[in-house]
């Protein structure tokens, strides 16, 4: 069909712009190089002598290589089935930190 309502892939397929459900292997390297990376500023902080509570707080949170994969990939949802979901479901979720989560979730 032609003209204004002609049959696109936006229209047969609703929305243009969607969000995998999971995770792509590229996404989550990249996802812990920046936990190392934040890792790495922290530790250069904490070596300058500078102290300040902020950075008594980044201390207490685990690094990269100790967080299990469940934390570094996902985060608490009060909302959601399992209490759990995808960190790349965040909105800005490359700004924030997701490594306390409630104990037992």
């Known amino acids: 069909m032609f003209g204004p309502f002609r049959a696109?892939?936006?229209?047969?397929?609703g929305l243009l712009w969607k969000?995998?459900?999971?995770l792509s292997?590229?996404?989550k390297a990249n996802a812990r190089h920046r936990l190392k990376k934040v890792d790495a500023v922290i530790e250069a902080v904490r070596a300058?002598?500078?102290q300040c509570e902020a950075l008594t707080q980044a201390l207490e949170l685990p690094k990269e290589h100790e967080m299990?994969?469940?934390?570094?990939?996902?985060?608490?949802?009060?909302r959601a089935?399992?209490?759990?979901k995808?960190?790349?479901?965040?909105?800005?979720w490359t700004?924030?930190?997701?490594?306390v989560n409630p104990t037992g979730f």
């Not at 700004?95 to 490594?99: K, M, P, Q, S």
Request: aromatic fraction near 10%; hydrophobic fraction near 20%; glycine fraction near 10%.
């Open 68 to 78: 299990h994969p469940r934390d570094k990939y996902t985060t608490f949802a009060a």
């Open 48 to 50: 300058s002598g500078v």
């Open 81 to 84: 089935k399992g209490y759990r």
């Open 86 to 92: 995808g960190i790349h479901k965040v909105p800005k």
């Open 8 to 13: 696109t892939s936006p229209t047969l397929g």
């Open 25 to 27: 292997t590229t996404r």
């Open 19 to 22: 969000i995998p459900w999971r």
């Open 95 to 99: 700004r924030t930190t997701n490594r």
